[in-house]
């Protein structure tokens, strides 16, 4: 048995646990306080909120206990009720192994009743001592990302410990920049006849510092580009088709949108948006760095997209190969099953 912690900003850590659970032969149990996803078979912990209190009365409640944690306002009753949960489900189902997506919190308390941890790795400036406390206990640190994208700085014991497989996407494993026609329908991709080329821009959940003004801006410094807009607002009937029919996709530097792009190949500006840590300037200066895309650290002036979009093209698709193997959550996977089969037989010779 696996648990598997989902924090509940954005949507990337769902769909990346999504993506495992397909892979695995392990049962999986979510742990989150987002409700069970539609179409999860598998057991759900629905756990208690911890951000209720407000900001003002955080802060004043020692939401960081000294410096030590990220999280942990004093006389928080959710936090409470959600740290009794996930024990309480470790009590009773033993389980072998604990990934967390993300939280130091979870981490620690896991490893304190005694199973084993995986944490996932992130993007950006990660050796502050809550991050350290994390990834000094785990037993692995699973990057969804390629080797050298995000590790300038860590010391020698978490490189030791790293498994970097890749981008995980939903998408793995399908043929990039290929979509499905309907018979005797013409294809709707890029270079199709008399069609403009066009851009896909794709939001996340986590929210977005860029505003309406400086995208219709932007719209109207390209013209010839048709700019198709997908996010919370604007869901996507199949992502898929709208990636493969992308000559450019513009993307916030999200993990979970950047591993979908990578796994369609497209030609891409990632445009990192404000997030703590810097995680998204990481990932824009990562894939700007490795060749996979163009990366820029804020939404650029106007004037500029002209000359990004056109770099884009010529830069291509192909770049992204480094990024995503196309298998990184079945590799990701099989490093989760034979680390379970470890520990399960750790756990009935000591019970023998």
């Given at each position: 048995?696996?648990?598997?912690?989902?924090?509940?900003?954005?949507?990337?850590?769902?769909?990346?646990?999504?993506?495992?659970?397909?892979?695995?032969?392990?049962?999986?149990?979510?742990?989150?306080?987002?409700?069970?996803?539609?179409?999860?078979?598998?057991?759900?912990?629905?756990?208690?909120?911890?951000?209720?209190?407000?900001?003002?009365?955080?802060?004043?409640?020692?939401?960081?206990?000294?410096?030590?944690?990220?999280?942990?306002?004093?006389?928080?009753?959710?936090?409470?009720?959600?740290?009794?949960?996930?024990?309480?489900?470790?009590?009773?189902?033993?389980?072998?192994?604990?990934?967390?997506?993300?939280?130091?919190?979870?981490?620690?308390?896991?490893?304190?009743?005694?199973?084993?941890?995986?944490?996932?790795?992130?993007?950006?400036?990660?050796?502050?001592?809550?991050?350290?406390?994390?990834?000094?206990?785990?037993?692995?640190?699973?990057?969804?990302?390629?080797?050298?994208?995000?590790?300038?700085?860590?010391?020698?014991?978490?490189?030791?410990?790293?498994?970097?497989?890749?981008?995980?996407?939903?998408?793995?494993?399908?043929?990039?920049?290929?979509?499905?026609?309907?018979?005797?329908?013409?294809?709707?991709?890029?270079?199709?006849?008399?069609?403009?080329?066009?851009?896909?821009?794709?939001?996340?959940g986590g929210g977005r510092g860029t505003s309406a003004a400086e995208v219709a801006a932007a719209r109207a410094a390209t013209p010839g580009w048709e700019w198709v807009e997908r996010g919370p607002g604007s869901p996507s009937p199949d992502l898929w088709s709208d990636l493969a029919s992308a000559d450019v996709v513009v993307t916030h530097g999200g993990q979970n949108s950047v591993a979908e792009v990578a796994a369609a190949g497209r030609p891409a500006v990632v445009v990192a948006q404000p997030r703590p840590f810097d995680e998204q300037v990481a990932t824009a200066r990562a894939v700007e760095r490795l060749g996979a895309a163009v990366g820029v650290d804020t939404w650029p002036r106007a004037e500029s997209w002209p000359g990004l979009l056109d770099r884009a093209v010529a830069r291509g698709g192909e770049g992204w190969r480094r990024w995503s193997t196309g298998n990184g959550a079945a590799v990701a996977a099989a490093r989760l099953d034979a680390l379970v089969d470890r520990h399960r037989r750790s756990m009935e010779r000591a019970a023998s």
């Open positions: 048995m696996i648990g598997y912690y989902v924090h509940h900003q954005g949507l990337g850590h769902l769909t990346r646990l999504q993506a495992l659970a397909e892979q695995l032969r392990s049962p999986v149990t979510g742990l989150s306080s987002l409700p069970r996803p539609a179409g999860w078979d598998g057991d759900w912990v629905q756990l208690d909120r911890d951000d209720a209190l407000p900001a003002a009365d955080a802060a004043a409640a020692d939401a960081t206990a000294l410096g030590v944690l990220h999280w942990a306002p004093r006389h928080d009753r959710g936090l409470a009720g959600r740290g009794a949960a996930v024990a309480e489900w470790i009590r009773r189902t033993d389980p072998a192994l604990v990934v967390v997506d993300v939280s130091v919190e979870i981490a620690v308390l896991s490893r304190l009743c005694g199973v084993p941890v995986v944490v996932l790795a992130m993007p950006g400036v990660r050796t502050d001592r809550p991050h350290a406390l994390a990834y000094d206990l785990a037993e692995a640190l699973l990057a969804p990302w390629p080797d050298g994208a995000h590790t300038d700085g860590w010391p020698a014991a978490w490189h030791a410990k790293l498994w970097a497989v890749g981008g995980l996407s939903r998408f793995d494993g399908r043929a990039p920049g290929r979509v499905a026609v309907p018979e005797g329908a013409l294809p709707d991709g890029p270079g199709a006849p008399g069609r403009p080329r066009r851009v896909l821009l794709l939001w996340g």
